[in-house]
């Protein structure tokens, strides 16, 4: 399973662009879907490498969270939280789970929806066709899914690298306009099950 995670995590690293240098803020959902695309979604099965990327030098530096304020975002897990506080963007870290996420505080949910798919498009369409998952909706919380599975030849390549057929991955983005002003988007992505 390892293998797969990293097969398809090289797929995703190989499509997403650098990360560009010291430029000025853009829009919430932008900046979210930016950090979750580069962060978390091309670091699926390498969250090391990504906390790497992450520290003071790296090229997707963001500052570290206290303990005190990450454990929000963990939820009683070991992990970091690291934040983008000019758009009210954190990434979360739990590697013993294997987990990351992008938690956005203010956003427009047809914004973040639309942005979040475009840029993996961009970014991992030549790996992965991009498709509609579904969605779910329990009170206030509405979480779209966004499957990526891997495209004719790259799932031949990861059939023949890994020896087993890959499952593929899922993005969910969860929002909310009214559940809480101050967190209005969760961003994840794991493995899609068959």
Known sequence: ???VLVGLA????LASPP???AEPPRNVAEVASATFVLGCAAHVGALDKLRERLQPGGD???PR???SAARPFLQGRPGEAYIREDAGVTLALVPAEEQCAVFVRRVA???INERVEKDLRSAVGRYFTIQAGGRDAKGALT???IDLV???VYREELVKKHGSEPAGLRVIVTTSESANPDLQAIITIGLRQP
């Open 1 to 3: 399973m390892t293998r």
């Open 109 to 111: 949910s047809k914004a």
């Open 60 to 62: 997707l530096y963001l």
């Open 143 to 145: 979480s779209r899914f």
């Open 65 to 67: 969270l206290p303990d």
């Open 10 to 13: 090289l797929g995703l690293c």
């Open 19 to 21: 990360a560009p240098a």
């Open 150 to 152: 891997p495209t004719a």
